[in-house]
């Protein structure tokens, strides 16, 4: 009995699960008052599960165990048994390699962000005199996103950068605030991701893409004309991004309003990617299947694993007609690689439970900036990760960085 029929069996047990006109109702085992079609006829289901594996999900079983039951067949079931039971696949922790790196990562995470901010010579407005160099200004935004703490608090931990020679000058805790609001920050901490990525280019060639909300504490007003009421929620960033499915190290990031379609950004985050990376696989959920976004993928000569919504056919012509026919025909070897996608969010994961879910900054310009610190000091830890686990050495820039213009 696999886990599926397992599920199917509690579900037939607990839940009331009705026919009418032939169809089955299953109500959902996590949101009760969610719930899905079954046709034990045709074997399908509307659940997600069925949508993806295309085989048989605990509904279907649900559904096909109350229908015996109803016709007074006795249903055996059998004594679990957790010697034979399905088991999920696990992955082995390099553990010492993980302790090594976790004990030593403050102090190397204030290392490599001081070799990354070297090369900024730029220098930015900043609250007072004198003008701040911008490596100054980068690695103290960078550090006290990393730090979570809010900026009285951090100005310990600047103190202490300081000392070891870091930073070129201390500075006011309202001054990185200010620096945050500067929307000339912004294409500089897009660089900088880049170029953190950079280590892991002999690591990466398959690469998933996604989006996330970070959430803040300002909070959009309305008013709901057909109540006649004030309605607010909260405000929130929502990033784009694309990362390396194993060391989840983040190549390219895009930012924009916060109902912003995932489809239309991921040529520009293959771009971005392909720029520095030989991409062998992109893997994305059925959001991004579309034509242009096939079309991007095989520009640069890979291969995109994007689950097709129940719409899509295979009229498309060339890589999306042969996508799609191995999508339905070869459903287990193309899931063999499609689950490699999950990695993208767990780097969502990884970084939210690091670097909190919210932003702190009320600015829309602090906002984002805050959001991309958080996307570099991710990077950052992964490349200490892969320092330790991999024995690859953390080189930035090229030898002869460009030189910027002054802002």
Known sequence: MNVREQKGLQLAAVARIVKKNGIWHVPSQTRPAKGYSVNLEKGTCTCPDYADQNRKCKH????????????????????????????????????????????????????????????LVIELNGAGRPRVPLSDIVFAVAFKVYSTVSTRRFMTDLRHAYDLGYISRPMHYNSICGYLQQETLTPVLHQLIEQSSLPLKAVEVDFACDSSGFTSSRFIRWFDHKYGVVRKQHSWVKVHLMCGVKTNVVTAVEIRDKDASDTKLLPSLMDKTAKNFEVR???????????????????????????????????????????????????EEFLAHYHKRSNVEATF???????????????????????????????????????????????????????????
């Not at 090594?100 to 204030?110: G, L, Y």
């Not at 994007?306 to 009229?315: D, L």
């Open 60 to 119: 279907i079983y649900a559904a096909d165990i109350v229908r015996r039951r109803e016709k007074g067949e006795v249903i055996e079931v059998p004594e679990f048994d957790p010697t034979v039971a399905p088991k999920r696949p696990t992955y082995k922790q390099d553990w010492p390699a993980y302790n090594k790196a976790q004990t030593v990562e403050k102090q190397r995470f204030m290392t490599l962000l001081h070799d990354l901010c070297q090369p």
């Open 281 to 331: 696989e992109v893997l994305a959920d059925k959001g991004y299947a579309s034509l242009k976004n096939y079309k991007a993928i095989d520009k640069h000569g890979a291969v995109p694993y994007i689950a097709f919504k129940s719409i899509h056919t295979g009229k498309g012509g060339g890589l999306w007609e042969k996508m799609f026919h191995f999508f339905h025909l070869h459903r």
């Open 349 to 407: 994961s990884m970084i939210k439970a690091k670097f909190r879910d919210h932003v702190r900054s009320r600015h829309e310009t602090a906002m984002k900036n805050e959001a991309l610190a958080k996307i570099l000091c991710h990077n950052l830890c992964c490349v200490i990760q892969s320092t330790c686990e991999l024995g690859i050495e953390a080189t930035f820039w090229t030898p002869e960085p460009q030189k910027q213009s002054t802002v």
